[in-house]
């Protein structure tokens, strides 16, 4: 970044501390990742120069025929990445895509059955505080308290007695598979829409180690910048019926402009993503998440579900005397970045909660195997179990910086 060094190094101050801060610790934050270089070179490209409101071929815009095929090539790669029968490349992030569909498909007030936020769920499927819960009429069904996985029968009782227009399937923190087969026939039982949000999950799904909601489902939202690992954006995917609500809802009905350097960055990232590498990646954030709960168990903290079916986790570490959001601030000083999380029926308050979610993407973008994945739980446990002895905490901080420094992400 030779011309910013010259110009503000204010601010490329800033962004060599945050590299380094990347570079010096452990990301186990499950909605975070580390995109190529190549996505990044599209990010920073004269691409984010200019307008080009509309669609391909009917741009209220001149000068977009370059953009036009830039966006033509999103879609073609995210059509053959998914097998979607359309695909809407324009929303600006995951949340936004949720609005978008919403507008699309149903009028405010009317009824959207959705997983629970503290059960998993995410803002934007109904949470009082989002739009999605202040336009709609979100009810929600949860995991159940024994297992921690969503009953399907239950989940067919609720949608029977309050027929909601639509049924969403998608979550933020839960680590089972979804039985999207099952979603779409209570769905057909009561002719409601169904809608998944795969954000958190994408990645694995283009990398083929769990099964797609796509052939099922009439519309399939999802971030670019989780488990795909591309920039930060979200697409909208749907069966043809869809399509034209879809773009009108996202264009003009929510948005003005695309970031087209965002769309180009999405490109690279679905190329990337339809290549054999990153289907062994997908095996392997899988089989980490795996090593990372069997570990944290046999430590005795316990997960929600008691393991995991994809990238992440969510850990009740209370058992340790210890809360969510001390949990993070003590893995924070060891050098391990995670998120506090609320787990279902959770006693205490969603601003200082029972849970921790951890997620294996992005180490395993930076070459953790296996075995490294282990030692990274062990530090876990090892920081949560110790998280008064400050000299303790120390110690973990120089011994993870050590494994750090055998996985260089940018050097
Ligand atoms: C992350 C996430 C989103 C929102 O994405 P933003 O880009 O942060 O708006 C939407 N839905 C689910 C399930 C998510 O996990």
Redesign the pocket.
């Known amino acids: 970044m030779k011309i910013l060094s010259q110009t503000d190094p204010d601010v490329l101050g800033l962004i060599s501390k945050e590299t380094k801060r990347q570079e010096d610790g452990i990301e186990l934050i499950a909605?975070e990742n580390y995109t190529s270089k190549a996505v990044m070179e599209a990010l920073g490209s004269p691409l984010t120069n200019k307008y080009s409101e509309g669609y391909i071929g009917k741009r209220y815009y001149g000068g977009n025929e370059v953009i036009d095929e830039v966006e033509a090539l999103a879609i073609e790669r995210c059509k053959k990445l998914f097998g979607c029968e359309h695909v809407n490349v324009q929303p600006l992030?995951?949340?936004?895509a949720?609005a978008a569909v919403y507008f699309a498909t149903i009028k405010p007030g009317d009824k959207v059955l959705g997983l629970q936020l503290d059960h998993g769920?995410?803002l934007?499927?109904g949470h009082p505080v989002n739009f999605s819960g202040m336009l709609y009429n979100f009810t929600q069904y949860q995991v159940d308290r024994e297992t921690g996985r969503i009953d399907m029968e239950k989940v067919r009782e609720i949608a029977l007695r309050e027929k909601p227009k639509m049924i969403l399937a998608?979550?933020?923190a839960y680590s089972r598979s979804l039985d999207w087969k099952k979603f779409k026939e209570i769905a057909d039982e009561i002719g409601a829409i169904t809608f998944a949000?795969i954000?958190?999950i994408a990645g694995l799904i283009a990398g083929k180690a769990i099964e797609s909601p796509v052939p099922y489902f009439d519309i399939v939202?999802t971030?670019t910048?989780?488990t795909l690992r591309g920039p930060?954006g979200?697409i909208i995917m749907c069966k043809e019926p869809f399509a034209k609500a879809i773009d009108k809802a996202v264009f003009p009905g929510m948005q003005g402009g695309p970031h087209d350097h965002a769309t180009a960055a999405m490109a690279v990232a679905f190329h990337e993503a339809l290549q054999p590498e990153f289907q062994a990646y997908a095996k392997k954030v899988i089989e980490n998440a795996k090593v990372m709960a069997a570990e944290l168990m046999d430590a005795g903290l316990k997960i929600i579900s008691d393991g995991t079916d994809n990238h992440l986790m969510v850990v009740d570490v209370t058992s340790k005397g210890i809360s969510g959001k001390e949990a993070e601030r003590v893995l924070d000083i060891a050098g391990i970045s995670t998120s506090r999380s609320t787990i279902p029926f959770d006693p205490r308050k969603p601003m200082d909660p029972s849970g921790v979610r951890l997620g294996t993407a992005a180490i395993t973008t930076r070459g953790f195997d296996v075995a490294s994945t282990r030692i990274v739980a062990k530090f876990i446990v090892d920081t949560i179990e110790n998280h008064s002895d400050e000299a303790k905490l120390k110690s973990i901080r120089e011994n993870i910086l050590e494994l750090c420094r055998k996985y260089p992400l940018y050097a």
């Open positions: 909605s992030s995951g949340s936004p949720n769920g995410h934007s499927h998608g979550f933020s949000d954000a958190h939202s971030t910048h989780k930060r979200a």
